[in-house]
């Protein structure tokens, strides 16, 4: 791939509001997909496989949730050269988000703020884009990330996310259950001790159903926020186990504001991700390897936004990485280097151990 089109295309994006640069590109990326014009955005694939809770990651470098919404272009973002990909949020119900403008960068900071409020489509047509692609016969892996509809009730969020598990099963390679958003109202609640046992013994229950109407069990990931503390880190990781989830992602974006004071756009309400996030991140991934023990799976995502910070990401103790702001700021070519050095690393596990 070259390097010369997202050079080209990144002033003219960052010259336009960020919600109206992120519509844009997506539309693009559908449009052009399966074109000749594809060439400015495809890489060339690098294999780095690793097998995590049942299923074998093609390579360790993915796209987190939250980029493509509705599903729209799996394929287009699979081709520069992803291991696995994951789409949504997803809620059953479609619902318009938080009122615009609620996307914001902050380029001195390598940030982005964002308060979207689980804008999409709703769950069928999303399930509908996701039969659409070809991704998961390429072999890479396809994660479905569900959350619950803003009007819902928080006491009644269990049954949007049973629903949302049920509709995206049949398609999934694994399912992640977003209680982390800062931008649903209570949402983090559902992170407390007595509220995430409740709701991951029904899904763990409703994943058993699905398991045998559809004779093979999909991994339930769940996404944790960084703003935890580290007896809540330890509560958390108690609760996964208990009921059987199959890893977590961590982290989503922060509340915090620490390191980004006095920038332009700061004290928007809404998550804040890119470089600010990526010591707080690695601080709960590492919390979360102690307490979690070698061998259990852990997705890390949050400020990745060079090579050295997703490799600082294994060291922390995950398995593999996700980007998304570091997406936006350094353009496909980011994923490529990303691949390359972890490909370089070849981390090998030995009954359970890592090294490096």
Request: aromatic fraction near 6%; charge should be positive.
């Amino acid at each position: 791939m070259s390097l010369l089109p997202y050079a080209l295309a990144r002033p003219f994006l960052f010259g336009l509001d960020a919600e109206a640069a992120h519509e844009l590109t997506l539309g693009t990326l559908a449009r052009l997909h399966g074109t000749p014009l594809q060439w400015a955005w495809r890489n060339r694939f690098v294999p780095d496989a690793i097998e995590l809770a049942g299923l074998r990651f093609p390579n360790r470098i993915g796209l987190a949730a939250g980029l493509d919404k509705n599903a729209r272009c799996i394929d287009a973002l699979g081709a520069m050269g992803f291991g696995f990909v994951e789409v949504g949020t997803v809620t059953p119900k479609p619902q318009a988000g938080n009122p615009k403008p609620r996307l914001f960068r902050l380029r001195e900071a390598d940030a982005l703020i964002n308060r979207l409020g689980f804008n999409n489509d709703g769950l069928d047509a999303f399930a509908a884009n996701v039969q659409r692609s070809h991704f998961r016969a390429q072999g890479r892996l396809l994660g479905l990330n569900i959350g619950k509809n803003a009007v819902t009730p928080i006491e009644q969020a269990t049954g949007d996310y049973l629903t949302g598990l049920s509709g995206v099963y049949p398609h999934a390679d694994y399912v992640t259950v977003n209680i982390s958003s800062p931008n649903t109202k209570n949402l983090r609640a559902l992170q407390g001790d007595e509220a995430l046992d409740a709701l991951l013994a029904a899904l763990a229950a409703r994943r058993e159903e699905l398991a045998i109407q559809h004779g093979r069990r999909v991994p339930l990931f769940v996404k944790i926020a960084p703003d935890l503390d580290e007896a809540q880190v330890d509560v958390i990781a108690a609760t996964l186990r208990r009921h059987g989830m199959d890893g977590v992602i961590a982290t989503n974006t922060t509340i915090s504001r620490d390191q980004v004071q006095g920038l332009a756009h700061a004290q928007e309400t809404g998550g804040l991700s890119g470089a600010p996030l990526l010591a707080a991140s690695n601080r709960v991934i590492t919390q979360l390897r102690a307490a979690l023990g070698a061998g259990y799976p852990i997705i890390g995502v949050g400020g990745v936004m060079s090579a050295d910070d997703a490799v600082a990401k294994l060291r922390a103790g995950a398995d593999v990485v996700q980007i998304y702001t570091g997406l936006i700021y350094r353009g496909p070519a980011l994923v490529d280097r990303i691949a390359r050095a972890f490909a370089a690393q070849r981390t090998t596990r030995t009954g359970g151990e890592r090294t490096m």
